[in-house]
């Protein structure tokens, strides 16, 4: 089956700073990429998502790029909020079958 | 449109009882997918309902089982209880057809098991 790896397991940036969590997945098949963010308490929410016919997708400060190649897949966050501090989560999957989420990612944006 | 919704929220049980957690997706989506989330874990992914037919399982003991409705509401009951099986337990609702097939979660139900 798919195994996704996430790194790293906990990053702290300066407000305004750019943060990357990088994603690899090792089931060529998988076909659809999502992220997640999870505050503390709530549920995990979609923010972002790219399929393998994209290289790069972006919406306002986050942006997510894919590899196919390299079978790796990076979320990118610019100019930094506190309201940015959560856990980050990817995932790996293609319709059908399940997804394959990795471990996540701590984020913590220091004012 | 509504959002996913499960209920109870939170289940406190003792060891060896059983206990049934509750999800209804989004209007209109067929597939829900069980998660268990644990501190040290992860999201772990249990099972997969669409179209009232489990179609993906994870890797958990058979005291771990599921059903969905014909409304697409789904139930996931877990049998003799144990201490480990404390954890929020996550659905995710999909509409799964062409090209989207996006999941969105519920907001989960925390069971302590005592």
């Known amino acids: 089956g798919e195994n996704v790896e996430q790194h790293p397991s906990t990053l702290s940036v300066q407000e305004g700073d750019s943060a990357v969590i990088k994603c690899t997945y090792s089931?060529?098949?998988?076909?659809?990429f999502p992220w997640y963010k999870q505050e503390l308490g709530k549920r995990p929410q979609l923010i972002i998502d790219?399929?393998?016919?994209?290289g790069e997708k972006k919406d306002q400060r986050i942006a997510v790029t894919l590899n196919k190649t390299a079978k790796h897949f990076s979320l990118h966050i610019t100019e930094t909020q506190p309201e940015d501090s959560a856990v980050y989560f990817c995932a790996a999957g293609s319709s059908g079958n399940q997804f394959y989420f990795g471990t996540g990612t701590s984020l913590t944006v220091i004012p | 449109k509504a959002g996913v919704t499960q209920t109870p929220r939170y289940l406190i049980k003792t060891r060896g009882q059983q206990v049934t957690l509750s999800c209804s997706p989004i209007?209109?989506?067929?597939?829900v997918s069980w998660y268990q989330q644990t501190p040290g874990q992860g999201l772990q992914f249990l099972f997969e309902?669409?179209?009232?037919?489990?179609?993906n399982k994870g890797n958990f003991p058979g005291r771990f089982s599921g059903r969905q409705f014909s409304n697409s509401r789904s139930e996931m009951n877990v049998s003799t209880l144990e201490l480990g099986d404390s954890a929020l337990y996550l659905c995710a609702s999909s509409f799964d057809r062409g090209s989207s097939y996006e999941q969105y979660f519920g907001p989960g139900t925390r069971l302590t098991v005592t």
């Open positions: 089931d060529s098949a998988s076909n659809y």
């Open positions: 209007s209109g989506h067929r597939s």
């Open positions: 309902y669409f179209s009232e037919t489990q179609r």
């Open positions: 790219i399929r393998s016919n994209v």
